[in-house]
């Protein structure tokens, strides 16, 4: 049976849209936590259904093409849902507690579950965004959505690092606004109607006659700007405050998928800087440039933290630096940043989740508080010195293969300065976290441990475990439909052929 694939991407974004306003007529937390698994189960049935089609015969489109959903937008709306199912199922778990001491009531949860789903409603729109003004729109909606996440318990930090993110984020979604513009300028010796100029589809068939200055400007206030809003360093500062103030379950789809959405922007651009500068490679050095500065940030920063959700946060500085990097030098680079990006969200959501609980129990997000986790809450607690082992790329686990794939490509390619700075950020990294993660393991606490540990069920137990099973089974085999589905996604990039 034929589906109407335009009917599909518009349910996509109408169903979040409208599971928003629904939350606010639920009258118990724990039924706006409950609706937020059921939401985002009945989301991403259309959305496999998209991603099934895409995948087996080519893009779909819907609203005279202003909407699109390809592969490369595919394989984001996988990781997304992915993200947002381990989010709504974590939440349930870390706001029981609050619920139960009524610190998270009915106006706290409606709130949540209405923002919750507005967020996931904005980052579809960017996804199947073909227009990339839309795609515009929908970051900016995410900033003014995702703020009031940050801030669901008003506190003064929350407050802070609410209006940090949203003065530094819009001051970079103003940027990339300019990247567009000069970009529409760029297609006017092409010819298009205005109304098409820009539609990404469009001008990736007119690249031969667009104004390659231009095209360059665009690029460079793209990246600035897109880069604030994805955690590239320098443009950073805003992130480690807003994932250590939010709720866990925020913070899991901030660094799980938000970072994402904004980088998914910058690589909309790049095959038209690369096809318009004749393949020259400047638009991938740049990505170079900040994903290297990206790492190294970080990896001098995750040294000296002691919150855990602030070292959390360095580490997506530095992945997201990885996924830059692994682009930039394309061929099988690009190939490792996108699996990496899969690798990095998943383990990201896990340790961010985790590490909310085991602060809930002691009362405290301070790494020299929260010691002897294995032994007071075995499986959160090894839930999250899990997390931060895949993260800082232990082997077997897939992202030490990513990471690994990003070495080899730059080598091979005999940029011997760009391996050297990447194993030196690396090494600071793995030094760094692993002193923190062995002392949070196993270092005799200098308080008592907490006598009422967080609550486990089986189902909290099945999502530490099941994630850190698949980042263990992928860094040792991946299925041949995703290394084909991420290979076509590479494609788009002008990576591989």
Known sequence: MQIDGGLIILLLILLPAIFSGVCQMLRAPLQVLRFCIAGVVLVSIPGLVAVFQVFRKGPLFAAGNWLMLDILSAYHLLIMMMVFTISALFAVGYFREEIDMKEFTIKHARRYGSLWFGALAAMMLVLVSNNLGV???????????????????VTPGALEA??????????????????????????????????EALLWTNIMNSVSSMDPVLVKAAFIFIVVGYGTKAGLAPMHNWLPDAHSQAPSPVSAIFSGFLLNAA???????LPIVEAVTGNSGWGRDILILFGLLSIVVAAIFIIGQRDVKRMLAYSSVEHIGLIALGVGLGGLGTFAALFHMFNHSLCKSLAFCCAGRVGQAYGSNDMRKTTDILRSMPVLGGGLIGGILALIGVAPFAIFLSEFIILKTAIDSSRYWIAGI?????????????????????KPPEEMAPDAPAKICLADAALVVIPLIILLILGLWMPKLLAEFILKASIVLGALS
């Open 135 to 153: 795609m515009w729109v929908g970051i900016e909606a995410t900033t003014l959505i995702t703020a009031f996440l940050i801030c669901i318990h």
């Open 162 to 195: 609410m209006w940090k993110y949203l003065m530094m984020c819009s001051v970079g979604v103003a940027a990339a606004f300019t990247g567009i513009l000069l970009t529409a300028a760029s297609t006017v010796p092409v010819g298009i109607h205005p109304t």
């Open 263 to 269: 980088l998914y922007c910058i690589l909309r651009f």
């Open 422 to 442: 990447y194993l030196t950020g690396l090494a600071v990294v793995f030094v760094g976290a692993l002193r923190h993660a062995i002392a949070m393991a196993w």
